[in-house]
């Protein structure tokens, strides 16, 4: 089977749901930047020092996909939602970097090869964000789904002074 379907020739394309909209929709552009997110975070994952950078990184894909189908499931019940259970592991991490990490004034993004590609990461989880906002005015998205990616950003952030304190240290904006 190819890749190639020509269905989306016409400007629409096919949820998980089933139902057909526009390429433009906003459910599409959530998932979509969701897609461009775990892309993002693909090649962040071959930079990386920390092991346990690395493994958050890759229950963060693997919870991609899963935030990327709920979003693209408009009727219906979409098989592995996120749940307040996965937010909370998010949170967890965050918890235990914050721990380890103590921040001591604002940090200027991409000290290193590996937080630079975190903080891109990082944007894109906002912008994510905000078109997950917009999509809720409108239609049905879960609040653990909203919560999921609004803690994945901190993580996200986290992550990346975990990764410039163990190559170096933290760049703090000067006063």
Known sequence: MS???KTGDDGLTGLW?????????LRVEAYGTIDELDSILGEARHYL???DCKRMLDEIQHDLYRVAGQLATRTGQFSSPIVDDDEGRIAG????LEAEIPLAGF????????????DVARTVCRRAERRIVALAWDADVPAALRRYVNRLSDLLFMMARAEEAADGGIRYVKR
Do not use: H, M, N
């Open 49 to 51: 020092k920390r092991d």
């Open 93 to 96: 991490y965050v918890e235990r």
């Open 17 to 25: 749901s089933g139902e057909r909209v526009r390429k433009d929709d």
């Open 107 to 118: 940090v200027v993004p991409g000290a290193t090869p590996q937080s630079a590609r975190l």
């Open 3 to 5: 890749i190639v379907t």
